[in-house]
């Protein structure tokens, strides 16, 4: 059992950042798995439930702003990776990750796979859920902090996302640690 694990979210000044998990079952392949950035919004979605109704298993993990905010982003991407390895609940004969580094403490022996996303099913597998399940959380925070247009920039660094920040000052899911929100929130103070 290969466990695919990757991420979203790491670069946006706002919102969470997300892990996937996932063990694909061979008996049933899954057409067009790649990295979720070279998919369309419309064909990560179609993906995204086919995904879980396949695999053997898959967890998805968060890491709060707040947690970004303490650890920094790099820790806490590790953090969201080992919380979506947990809720799988089987411990896999192997994990790749992608990228070049590793969390600590993994419950078996792993792997880091520079653009694994583009090479192993699994992994790509994972950056699609981790993708969908953030751009829905930030669709959801689009309508408990108004006007920073959330639905459309996902929380990553846009004109739009600079100019609400200027205007309304960061909120509750913005990253403190971030340059641009620690700028803004000088500006306010």
Same mark, same amino acid.
């Given at each position: 059992?290969?466990?695919?694990?990757?991420?979203?979210?790491?670069?946006?000044?706002?919102?969470?950042?997300?892990?996937?998990?996932?063990?694909?079952?061979?008996?049933?392949?899954?057409?067009?798995?790649?990295? !979720? $950035?070279? +998919? %369309?919004?419309?064909?990560?979605? &179609?993906?995204?439930? #086919? @995904?879980? !109704? $396949?695999? +053997? %298993?898959?967890?998805?993990?968060? &890491?709060?702003?707040? #947690? @970004?905010?303490?650890?920094?982003?790099?820790?806490?991407?590790?953090? &969201?990776?080992?919380?979506? @390895?947990?809720?799988?609940?089987?411990?896999?004969?192997?994990?790749?990750?992608?990228?070049?580094?590793?969390?600590?403490?993994?419950?078996?022996?792993?792997?880091?796979?520079?653009?694994?996303?583009?090479?192993?099913?699994?992994?790509?597998?994972?950056?699609?859920?981790?993708?969908?399940?953030?751009?829905?959380?930030?669709?959801?925070?689009?309508?408990?902090?108004?006007?920073?247009?959330?639905?459309?920039?996902?929380?990553?660094?846009?004109?739009?996302?600079?100019?609400?920040?200027?205007?309304?000052?960061?909120?509750?899911?913005?990253?403190?640690?971030?340059?641009?929100?620690?700028?803004?929130?000088?500006?306010?103070?």
């Amino acid at each position: 059992m290969i466990c695919g694990v990757d991420e979203a979210g790491r670069g946006p000044w706002a919102g969470p950042v997300t892990a996937g998990a996932v063990i694909l079952d061979p008996r049933k392949p899954i057409e067009g798995l790649t990295d !979720s $950035k070279k +998919l %369309t919004e419309a064909r990560r979605e &179609a993906l995204y439930p #086919e @995904i879980k !109704s $396949k695999a +053997l %298993t898959y967890g998805i993990g968060w &890491a709060s702003p707040g #947690e @970004i905010d303490t650890l920094n982003i790099r820790e806490a991407t590790f953090l &969201a990776m080992k919380r979506a @390895i947990a809720i799988m609940g089987v411990i896999p004969d192997e994990i790749l990750v992608d990228g070049n580094s590793l969390p600590d403490d993994l419950p078996c022996k792993a792997r880091a796979i520079v653009k694994g996303d583009l090479t192993e099913p699994a992994i790509s597998a994972a950056s699609i859920l981790a993708k969908v399940a953030r751009d829905r959380a930030m669709a959801d925070l689009e309508h408990r902090y108004p006007g920073y247009g959330f639905f459309k920039h996902k929380g990553y660094g846009t004109q739009a996302h600079s100019e609400a920040l200027q205007q309304l000052g960061p909120c509750g899911c913005h990253r403190t640690s971030f340059a641009p929100v620690r700028r803004a929130l000088e500006t306010v103070a």
